[in-house]
Nanobody
Framework: QAHVVESGGGLVQAGASLRLSCVAS????????MAWYRQVPGKEREFVAA????????RYGDSVKGRFTISRDNALRTVYLMMSSLRPEDTAVYLC???????????????????WGQGTQVTVSS
């Protein structure tokens, strides 16, 4: 079972930037599709971004397109989420997800992830 740990959250003002990191212990990290989701109490978990095994494909939720960028470093078993132009409505717990041994090299799935981290809190003040 993969061990997934997020970091980089915090309290920022609207308009600021923040970079989240996620380290996964999955030995075959380079064969894993990776994604970020976010969760607000009382609301459904929301897809934020996903990245394919070879970084060739990225997908974003409509609410973050043009502001957030997902990337990965397979050598470091790390996926990043660069968040810019943050808004108060971006406030949430951000969760990293792993789909190990994903069969397609250049696909970034929107759902179906197996392993999840505990999340990191991002709070954006107005």
């Amino acid at each position: 079972q993969a061990h997934v740990v997020e970091s980089g959250g915090g309290l920022v003002q609207a308009g600021a930037s923040l970079r989240l990191s996620c380290v996964a212990s999955e030995r075959a990290f380079s064969r894993s599709a990776m994604a970020w989701y976010r969760q607000v109490p009382g609301k459904e978990r929301e897809f934020v971004a996903a990245i394919s095994r070879n970084s060739g494909t990225t997908r974003y939720g409509d609410s973050v397109k043009g502001r957030f960028t997902i990337s990965r470093d397979n050598a470091l078993r790390t996926v990043y989420l660069m968040m810019s132009s943050l808004r108060p409505e971006d406030t949430a717990v951000y969760l990293c997800a792993v789909w190990p041994d994903y069969p397609l090299l250049e696909d970034a799935p929107l759902a179906g992830y197996t392993y999840w981290g505990q999340g990191t809190q991002v709070t954006v003040s107005s």
